[in-house]
């Protein structure tokens, strides 16, 4: 089993950046891709950013491309989600995941039911 413990949310301003942060539990961190999920805006969990085995390989939402970083330190078994020019509409619940397997090149799995892992997730707040 692999745990996850989201950090790093809070209430910020329209503009602000935060940096949520991903720790997970044992040996096998660096098998696993990694995602960041969010419900909005048909209240499932869809992807806002994931990175491969490698690290070589990410992919993002439309709507956070240009703003948002996804990072991993296998070293430290954590993953990172960069939020710049935050906006009100990011407003959300966001969800670490892991899932196993994957390849050292090809991109991660993009879709929810790929991820074997969810952590309980961390709430972000954007006023204007």
């Known amino acids: 089993q692999v745990q996850l413990v989201e950090s790093g949310g809070g209430l910020v301003q329209a503009g602000d950046s935060l940096r949520l942060s991903c720790a997970a539990s044992g040996r096998t961190f660096s098998s696993y891709a990694m995602g960041w999920f969010r419900r909005a805006p048909g209240k499932e969990r869809d992807l806002v950013a994931a990175i491969n085995w490698s690290g070589i390989n990410t992919n993002y939402a439309d709507s956070v491309k240009g703003r948002f970083t996804i990072s991993r330190d296998n070293a430290k078994n954590t993953v990172y989600l960069q939020m710049n020019s935050l906006k009100p509409e990011d407003t959300d619940v966001y969800y670490c995941?892991?899932?196993?397997?994957?390849?050292?090149?090809?991109?991660?799995?993009?879709?929810?039911?790929?991820?074997?892992?969810w952590g309980q997730g961390t709430q972000v707040t954007v006023s204007s």
């Open positions: 995941a892991a899932a196993r397997g994957g390849s050292y090149y090809k991109g991660p799995p993009l879709f929810s039911h790929e991820y074997d892992y």
